[in-house]
């Protein structure tokens, strides 16, 4: 009795596992931070078009925009950054490049609303400075390695 061999007919398409790869641990610590940062930017937004109380609003400020301003450019920006968190899982090669333009982003957006709301300001804008740190560093890892 002759035995052949079936050759395997395993289709490889979209989602499936890359091959051996997996995710380094700054990548994946980056991404569950923009998958943090991305939401508590949508709440703060969510929160500035409702006008809420809990904003200081002062006059003498030269970034002066409405409420509603700040919460449409922070609802974007969490939007960006929650999109980008999951490319940057799904190992996507644009992530983490458009991750650290988006951290950037909201790194400024962020230090504009400070006269509004520092207790919150501040803790995100460390978030994203750590995101910025740690997508970066998988940029020169990969340069020393080459």
Request: without cysteine; glycine residues 8%.
């Amino acid at each position: 009795m002759v035995m052949t061999s079936t050759p395997d007919k395993t289709q490889r398409g979209h989602g499936a596992p890359a091959e051996g790869r997996s995710l380094d641990s700054e990548s994946l610590a980056a991404a569950a931070i923009l998958m943090l940062s991305g939401p508590l930017s949508i709440l703060m937004g969510a929160s500035a078009i409702a006008n809420d109380s809990l904003f200081a609003l002062s006059s003498h400020y030269a970034y002066r925009f409405g409420l509603t301003a700040w919460g449409v450019i922070h609802i974007v920006v969490g939007a960006a950054l929650v999109v980008v968190g999951l490319g940057v899982v799904a190992d996507r090669k644009w992530a983490r490049s458009v991750g650290v333009v988006a951290a950037g982003i909201s790194l400024v957006t962020q230090f504009m609303f400070v006269p509004y709301y520092p207790a919150w300001a501040i803790p995100v804008m460390v978030l994203d400075l750590l995101i910025v740190l740690l997508l970066t560093r998988y940029f020169f890892k990969v340069r020393r390695t080459v």
